[in-house]
C-alpha cells in the first residue's frame, strides 16, 4: 500500500492530533535518526504483525500495523480468544510509547548526582563485580529484588536467580499472583477461572473487575452474558467505578469492612441452613468453630451498626446468594489494599465455601505439565519492600518496572533507605520516582520491541499469547531477561544452566506444550466437534514438522490455546483458623461531621503508577474534557450539599500530611462520607504531569500481614 509521508505522520499521531501535553507545544513524539530516511525514502509498503499487550494482566492480543517496517497504528487481534480484536485505550497507544520521547537510549550511570550515558558492557561488568564481591564474603543475603511484572515467565526467571543467589528479599509485584495469595497462605490450591456458562449470581468484593483485572474485555463480555441469561451482578465498593455500572445492586462499603458483610451473609446463609452440608462436611475443617464465630459475632444487625449498610439488605443478598445455583463471590488483588485485606479475603473464601465454590474450575491440563503456569509464592512474599525502610544491610537492590515510591504513602522512608544502599540497578525504560535513585540504568525494550509470554486460564482455557518484538530495538536498550539470564550463567547460579539469552529461556520454558501435542495455535478456524474428539484422542490438531517450527507458528499467529480443556470442579479443603479471620485492628467509630475519608481510586490508565506518560492516555483519563491536568475529588451530592460544596468549585484537602487544592466534582457515584480522589497524576519525575499524587498524603496505614498500603483508610477536612 502506497503511503506518503504526511499520512504515515498521520498515521502515527493521528490520535494525538490537537493534543499537547500540559498545554504546551512539547514534542510528543521522537523518530530515532536511524530510521529518518525511512521515513522520507521508504517504498511505502504495508505489513502487519502480531503481539501482546503487556500493559495490564489482561494479555490482549495486538495486531501491529507497520509502514516500510515502522509500527504506525495498534489494532485488537481478532485470532485471540482472549480479546477477539477488541482493545482498550491503552493498547491503542502502544505505539505512541514506542515513540516516546522520554525513553532512555542507553544504559546510565550517576556520577556526581546526574546520570550520564555508559555501554552495557561497563554497566553489566559493575554488577557482576559486585555480585561476586556479596558472594566471594557470604554476604549473598544482601542481595535484594523488587519486580512488577504480569508475564509469568519473567516472574520465575527473577525468582530462579534469586534462589541461585541465596537471597529471599524478592518482592514480586504480579496482579495474578497477588490475587491468589490469600489461598497460598492457607495452604490452599486456588481456582483457575470462574465458570461464566454456569455462574447465575456474582458478588463483586471491590474488584474493578471490567476495568483492571485478570482479563478486563473478557469479564466485559461475560458480565454481558450474565445479565442477558438474566443473572446478577451485585458490588460491594466504597465507589460506583464503571464496573458497577452494570450492577443489580451497590453496597457502598469501606474496603476494611469487606469481611463483615462476607460473614453477615455466612450469618444468614448459616441460620437458614441453606449451606452445602455435603461439602462442608468433607472439605471445611473446623466448620463448627467457624459456624460459632459467625453467629456470635456477625448478625446482620450488628453489622449494620458497624458498617451502616442495612441489615434487610444483607439478608436479602445473603438469600439471592445462596438461592443461586452457582454463586461466586469474587475479591483480586485489590482486596489487599486496606489494613486488614487479607483476613477480608478470608472471609470471602469461607463465603465460597459454604456453597461448595460451585461457580469456581480448575484446569486438569495434561498439556501443561512441566510448563511453570503461575507465578506462585510459597506462602506468599516474604519480604516486602516496607522491610527496606528497617534493613540497612543491603548491599544490592534491583528494580524491575516497578515504581514503588510513586506508590507508597511512605515514600520519604523508601527513598531515605533506598539512597542509602551502595548499589540500585534499574531496568526502567523511563526515569520515574523510583528509577531516579539508582545509581545503574540498564533500560529495557519497548513492549513493541521485546519478547515474553503471557499465560492465562481466565477464560476457563489455557492461553499462551506471544509478544514479539515488531520492530528492532531503536536504541542501546537491552531486554531485562537477557541480564538476568546472562547473571545466572556468568555467576554459576544454576547448575548445567544453558540458557544465555531470554529467548532460549522461554523455547525451553514452553516447549512442553509442544511436546504433549494438545491444543491449537490461535486462529479464525472454530474448532469443530470432530476435532476435539480427534485431540481427546490424542491426534495432534496442526502438524508442525519440529519445535522450531511451532515455535514460528506461535509468533506468526500470536498464540497458542486449548479450546477443549480438561476441567473439574474446584474442591478445595478449607483451612481456616478462627484467629484468622478476627480483624486485630481496632476500626473505631464512623468519621465525625466535620472529617471525612479519603478514597483513592483507581483508573485502568495507570493502576501501577507506571503508565501516564501518555498525553492520549492523560486526557481519556481526566474527568471530562476540560480537566485532566488537573487535580479533582469526587463528592456524594448529599454529603456536598451539607459541607456546602458547589458542583466544580476549587476546595482545600487536609490530611496529616499536609494539604492540596483540587476540583470539587458532584458524583452520586461516590459513597456518602467520603472524598474520592483518582491515583496516577503527581509526577514529580516527569516535570510536565501536573496534579497531586494522592498517596502521598495517605496515612501509613498498612495491611496487617501482608504490608501492602491501604488507600481508603485516611481522614481528611475540606476548608
Same mark, same amino acid.
Given at each position: 500500500?502506497?503511503?506518503n509521508r ?8 493521528g490520535?494525538?492530533i490537537? $493534543?499537547?501535553?500540559?498545554?504546551v507545544?512539547e514534542?510528543l513524539l521522537?523518530?530515532?535518526?536511524a530510521?529518518?530516511?525511512?521515513l522520507?525514502?521508504?517504498p511505502?509498503?504495508?505489513?502487519w504483525?502480531?503481539t501482546?499487550c503487556?500493559?495490564c494482566?489482561?494479555a490482549?492480543?495486538?495486531?501491529i500495523?507497520l509502514?516500510?517496517g515502522?509500527p ?5 487481534n481478532p485470532? #485471540?480468544?482472549i ?8 493498547g491503542?497507544t ?5 515513540y516516546?520521547?522520554d525513553?532512555l %537510549? ?7 548526582g ?27 543475603h ?29 518482592? %514480586? ?5 497477588? #490475587?491468589r ?17 454456569h455462574t447465575?449470581?456474582l458478588?463483586?468484593?471491590g474488584?474493578q473487575?471490567?476495568e ?15 445479565? &442477558?441469561r438474566?443473572?446478577?451482578l451485585?458490588?460491594?465498593a466504597?465507589?460506583?467505578t ?5 450492577t443489580?445492586?451497590?453496597m457502598?462499603?469501606?474496603?476494611e ?12 446463609i448459616?441460620?437458614?441452613?441453606t ?9 471445611? &475443617?473446623?466448620f463448627?468453630?467457624?459456624r460459632e464465630?459467625v ?14 449498610v ?16 452457582a454463586?461466586?463471590?469474587y $475479591?483480586d ?21 459454604l456453597?461448595?465454590? /460451585?461457580?469456581?474450575?480448575k484446569?486438569?491440563e495434561a ?16 519480604? =516486602? ?13 534491583f528494580i524491575?518496572r516497578?515504581?514503588f ?8 522512608d523508601l ?6 544502599i ?7 525504560p523511563f ?6 535513585? /539508582? ?6 525494550h519497548?513492549?513493541?520491541e ?7 486460564t481466565?477464560?476457563?482455557?489455557p492461553?499462551?499469547s506471544?509478544?514479539q ?5 531503536f ?8 541480564v538476568?539470564?546472562s ?6 547460579l544454576?547448575e548445567g544452566w544453558?540458557?544465555r539469552s531470554?529467548?532460549?529461556?522461554l ?5 512442553p506444550i ?9 486462529s479464525q ?7 476435539k474428539s ?14 522450531d517450527?511451532f515455535?514460528?507458528q ?8 486449548n479450546?477443549?480443556p480438561k ?11 478462627t ?12 468519621p465525625?461531621?466535620?472529617?471525612l475519608?479519603? =478514597?483513592?481510586? $483507581?483508573?485502568? $490508565? ?16 481526566? %474527568? ?5 491536568y488537573?487535580?479533582w475529588?469526587?463528592v456524594?451530592?448529599?454529603?456536598? &450539599?451539607?459541607l456546602?460544596i458547589a ?5 482545600k484537602?487536609k ?5 492540596? &487544592?483540587?476540583?470539587a466534582i458532584h458524583?452520586p457515584?461516590? %459513597?456518602?462520607?467520603?472524598i474520592?480522589i ?7 519525575a516527569?516535570k510536565?504531569?501536573l496534579g497531586i499524587?494522592?498517596?502521598h498524603?495517605?496515612d501509613?496505614?498498612f ?17
Amino acid at each position: 500500500m502506497q503511503i506518503n509521508r504526511r499520512d504515515f505522520v498521520k498515521l502515527l499521531g493521528g490520535s494525538l492530533i490537537g $493534543f499537547t501535553v500540559g498545554g504546551v507545544g512539547e514534542a510528543l513524539l521522537k523518530i530515532p535518526n536511524a530510521v529518518m530516511p525511512i521515513l522520507y525514502k521508504g517504498p511505502k509498503t504495508e505489513s502487519w504483525k502480531l503481539t501482546t499487550c503487556a500493559k495490564c494482566p489482561g494479555a490482549c492480543g495486538l495486531r501491529i500495523r507497520l509502514v516500510d517496517g515502522l509500527p504506525v497504528q495498534a489494532f485488537g487481534n481478532p485470532l #485471540s480468544p482472549i480479546n477477539f480484536g477488541g482493545v482498550c485505550p491503552m493498547g491503542l497507544t502502544s505505539v505512541e510509547s514506542l515513540y516516546n520521547p522520554d525513553r532512555l %537510549m542507553s544504559p546510565m550511570k550517576k556520577v556526581n548526582g546526574k546520570f550520564q550515558e555508559i555501554s552495557y558492557t561497563e554497566a553489566y561488568g559493575a554488577i557482576v563485580s559486585e555480585l561476586r564481591k556479596n558472594i566471594r564474603q557470604g554476604d549473598e543475603h544482601k542481595i535484594a529484588f523488587i519486580a512488577q511484572t504480569e508475564s509469568v515467565f519473567m516472574a520465575n526467571l527473577i525468582q530462579m536467580f534469586m534462589n541461585g543467589i541465596g537471597s529471599r528479599r524478592l518482592y %514480586m509485584d504480579n496482579f495474578v499472583g497477588n #490475587s491468589r495469595l490469600p489461598y497460598q497462605n492457607l495452604k490452599m490450591d486456588h481456582p483457575d477461572f470462574i465458570d461464566f456458562e454456569h455462574t447465575d449470581y456474582l458478588l463483586n468484593f471491590g474488584s474493578q473487575i471490567t476495568e483492571i483485572s485478570e482479563s478486563p474485555l473478557f469479564f466485559s463480555r461475560a458480565i454481558n452474558s450474565l445479565r &442477558e441469561r438474566k443473572g446478577k451482578l451485585v458490588t460491594v465498593a466504597p465507589k460506583l467505578t464503571p464496573s458497577g455500572f452494570k450492577t443489580s445492586r451497590w453496597m457502598p462499603v469501606m474496603p476494611e469492612n469487606f469481611g463483615d458483610i462476607a460473614l453477615a451473609i455466612a450469618y444468614v446463609i448459616i441460620s437458614d441452613g441453606t449451606y452445602d452440608k455435603s461439602f462442608v462436611q468433607n472439605h471445611f &475443617e473446623d466448620f463448627d468453630t467457624f459456624r460459632e464465630l459467625v453467629i456470635q459475632n456477625y448478625t446482620p444487625s450488628a453489622v449494620q451498626a458497624r458498617v451502616g449498610v442495612d441489615a434487610d439488605q444483607i439478608i436479602s443478598t445473603a438469600r439471592e446468594f445462596a438461592n443461586a445455583s452457582a454463586p461466586a463471590a469474587y $475479591f483480586d488483588e485489590a482486596i489487599l489494599h486496606s489494613s486488614n485485606g487479607l483476613r477480608n479475603a478470608y472471609a470471602i473464601i469461607a463465603l465460597n465455601a459454604l456453597k461448595g465454590f /460451585a461457580a469456581f474450575g480448575k484446569l486438569s491440563e495434561a498439556g501443561l505439565k512441566g510448563l511453570k503456569i503461575d507465578s506462585n509464592r510459597d506462602g506468599g512474599n516474604t519480604w =516486602n519492600k516496607n522491610n527496606l525502610i528497617g534493613e540497612s544491610d543491603i548491599d544490592v537492590l534491583f528494580i524491575y518496572r516497578s515504581n514503588f515510591i510513586f506508590n507508597s504513602p511512605n515514600a520519604e522512608d523508601l527513598r531515605k533507605a533506598v539512597s542509602r544502599i551502595p548499589l540500585v540497578v534499574s531496568f526502567s525504560p523511563f526515569i520515574d520516582e523510583t528509577t531516579e535513585l /539508582a545509581d545503574l540504568i540498564i533500560p529495557d525494550h519497548d513492549d513493541l520491541e521485546k519478547l515474553d509470554a503471557y499465560l492465562s486460564t481466565t477464560i476457563g482455557s489455557p492461553i499462551l499469547s506471544m509478544q514479539q518484538p515488531v520492530v528492532k530495538s531503536f536504541y542501546s536498550t537491552v531486554h531485562t531477561g537477557d541480564v538476568i539470564t546472562s547473571l545466572i550463567g556468568d555467576l554459576n547460579l544454576q547448575e548445567g544452566w544453558k540458557d544465555r539469552s531470554y529467548e532460549s529461556y522461554l523455547k525451553a520454558a514452553i516447549k512442553p506444550i509442544y511436546d504433549h501435542g494438545v491444543g491449537m495455535l490461535m486462529s479464525q478456524k472454530k474448532p469443530t466437534g470432530i476435532e476435539k474428539s480427534l485431540q481427546q484422542a490424542g491426534w495432534q490438531l496442526v502438524p508442525y514438522s519440529d519445535f522450531d517450527d511451532f515455535w514460528q507458528q506461535l509468533l506468526r499467529y500470536g498464540g497458542w490455546w486449548n479450546p477443549f480443556p480438561k476441567v473439574t470442579g474446584y474442591t478445595p479443603e478449607v483451612l481456616l483458623k478462627t484467629d484468622q479471620l478476627m480483624s486485630t485492628k481496632d476500626k473505631g467509630s464512623h468519621p465525625a461531621a466535620a472529617q471525612l475519608r479519603l =478514597n483513592i481510586f $483507581f483508573r485502568n $490508565f495507570d493502576y501501577k503508577g507506571n503508565l501516564l506518560r501518555n498525553p492520549v492516555l492523560t486526557e481519556q483519563f481526566g %474527568m471530562d474534557r476540560d480537566i485532566y491536568y488537573t487535580t479533582w475529588v469526587e463528592v456524594n451530592p448529599k454529603t456536598a &450539599e451539607k459541607l456546602s460544596i458547589a458542583h466544580r468549585s476549587k476546595v482545600k484537602i487536609k490530611t496529616e500530611k499536609g494539604g492540596f &487544592e483540587a476540583i470539587a466534582i458532584h458524583s452520586p457515584t461516590t %459513597m456518602p462520607g467520603n472524598i474520592d480522589i483518582p491515583f496516577g497524576l503527581g509526577h514529580t519525575a516527569d516535570k510536565r504531569m501536573l496534579g497531586i499524587n494522592p498517596v502521598h498524603y495517605s496515612d501509613d496505614v498498612f495491611d496487617e500481614h501482608t504490608g501492602e498500603p491501604s488507600y481508603s483508610e485516611t481522614l481528611v477536612k475540606i476548608l
